[in-house]
């Protein structure tokens, strides 16, 4: 499908996400191409808002490989949004200044429930799949790129509630009061995840990360039911190889930290940890059967670079001399973050790391 | 100090507290004295503001009695505001409409910390122990009277960031920048709040509960130092008798699930549970070392009968037939819901409950 790719020059990432040894501990910071960086700001400015630079892919390429330009990251993500899905379904996504995404039809009735479908992915996404393969042949074989999605649960939380939320109240309600119709929705979304992870798959990204920044909010219970079976489904449904190498998935609850042993039951290769979680703790209760993914406070780029460099150690020596450990932050990096912050964090990470491999 | 107080009729909730047997689980709801209530809707509309609710003893004491004519509920709550220690303190507290409480003059710099000094009880929040008193009268001992106070973590988050916040910027940049400064802080306020609360007590609060609503949102070793230190000090610093009887301690940490050795190794009598964590899974983790309080999600007050009742039949069986269990929501009841729903909740624990004792 696509032409010959260059051999990867740096596979830390996706090794450590395979459990196999590596030289130094591999490292990337979630919301890494980001409004910390002035030039990702400029280029935002150039292009007009934040969709219409996720939409061209010569611009989501261009912002992509900004921090690479700055950082000695083992891995690139893709620049996109998490709502591409719920938007690519016709429910007219928008932002609004200092209010975040939101939804022109919200999902709230049976009508609306039935209306959605799986989206084209060539028709409706293919933006995505271009930008992934515009970003994959300028990355020339450095660094791995990673795809990603938001859970059907989280981008459910989004359609149902028609943007942000803090209380969760139209999802919940739904949830409790008709939860057949909320199954509707997420086996929806659900379907819709494997179809637009598997085209990034096949149009060049080499690990996946399902993002479920909501599933936090949920009782034991619930999470199980409404977020994480069908998470499972799309693990079951998903690529796992790729370009002759293993395509690992990676799956990042904020706040999850008391499901780790169910969430590494999926058969997902890693699991991303927020910083409320010890991950010596967090590798002690799953032990190798996962790779484990972060987990640095975001908030500890607002110190002095020996303050950084004395949390990374701490986090590495409490993880210690095991395989399977990539470095990251247990959250997006803030945009009020100094970049020469998110410097001294990636060097500390490969200079201190090394005694540990 | 008091004058005599009628014998108490209802000691449910003392009893559980202090994991004794009952003949029904005791109940009550964070925030059930609110918004909810068209009652109090109409009270506040005549009061004018939050904060005039709160500072008059009638107002207050008329809003704490509201749903306990209502609802069949084991316990009262002081009504006041979570931030009457840090506006004593001369911040200049304020609600902007729908923007939640916010301050005049935040503390960010090293003069504005050291300036800080544990607030007179008697001239700078007299008016609050009037309100427990008034309260404690007019319950002639139909049931116990809870008193409450922010634990200092959560009172420094909204001190340091001048409101509520997202990602908490300012104080985690002093955490991590200068956590001396910090440190002075907390202690400032780990003596207010000793202070505040025995105060309560001398009054006649009954059991104290602390509320650490966003202790969740640090890593396990920042929770220890920065948050459940102070609250080990305040545990230790509480008058635990009055009137011849135990006066209980909660400690309620929301999403603290991951620390709650750590929270019972306290001394607390008990500790409150929000609904992330399931509540036989903690019984087992801390044993009858503390009682539990807690913890349906609030939003399942958003279904009907049926549901509300399944979802506490649930609780209560997963904590099966031992002693030490308080019912409650696993944080504050939602603005939005019925307060028929709230009835059918509190008649349902009492109901399910009797054969498990």
Redesign the interface.
């Known amino acids: 499908m696509n032409a010959a790719k260059p051999e990867l020059k740096n596979d830390r990432f996706l090794r450590a996400l395979m459990g196999q040894p590596v030289d130094a501990t591999p490292v990337w910071m979630m919301r890494q191409a980001g409004r910390y960086l002035p030039e990702y700001r400029a280029l935002r400015a150039e292009a007009g808002d934040f969709l219409s630079l996720c939409k061209n892919a010569d611009f989501a390429c261009e912002v992509t490989l900004q921090p690479l330009r700055r950082y000695d990251l083992d891995a690139a993500i893709l620049f996109s949004d998490i709502l591409t899905i719920p938007d690519a379904m016709g429910l007219g996504l928008y932002f609004e200044t200092g209010e975040g995404p939101k939804f022109e039809k919200p999902v709230r009735t049976e009508a609306d429930v039935t209306a959605l479908t799986v989206p084209d992915m060539d028709a409706d996404l293919g933006y995505v799949m271009n930008a992934v393969s515009t970003i994959r042949s300028a990355l020339s074989g450095d660094v791995p790129l990673i795809g990603f999605s938001g859970s059907p649960w989280t981008l459910a939380t989004y359609m149902i509630e028609g943007g942000s939320s803090k209380?969760?109240?139209q999802i919940?309600?739904m949830?409790?009061?008709t939860p057949e119709l909320l199954h509707q929705v997420l086996s929806v979304l659900a379907d819709s995840v494997i179809a637009y992870l598997n085209a990034q798959i096949a149009a060049g990204a080499q690990a996946v990360q399902i993002f479920d920044t909501w599933g936090?909010?949920?009782?034991?219970?619930?999470?199980q039911i409404f977020s994480l079976d069908y998470m499972q489904r799309i693990v079951n449904g998903l690529t796992r190889e790729s370009e002759g190498r293993s395509v690992p998935i990676i799956l990042f609850t904020k706040?999850g930290?008391?499901w780790l042993e169910k969430m590494a039951a999926t058969g997902a290769d890693a699991l991303g940890l927020d910083?409320?979680?010890?991950v010596g703790?967090a590798h002690s209760r799953v032990g190798s059967k996962v790779a484990l993914q972060g987990n640095m406070?975001?908030?500890?780029l607002?110190?002095?670079a020996p303050?950084i460099q004395a949390?990374v150690g701490?986090i590495l020596a409490d993880f210690g001399s095991n395989d399977g450990h990539v470095f990251n932050l247990?959250h997006g990096i803030?945009q009020?973050v100094d970049p020469q912050s998110a410097k001294t964090f990636v060097d500390a990470v490969h200079d201190q790391s090394a005694q540990y491999h």
Not at 275 to 278: A, K, N, Q, S
């Open positions: 209380d969760f109240r919940k309600a949830m409790y009061s936090g909010v949920l009782s034991g219970p619930c999470y706040n930290g008391q910083w409320t979680i010890e703790q406070d975001p908030s500890v607002y110190a002095d303050t949390e701490r247990g803030h009020f």
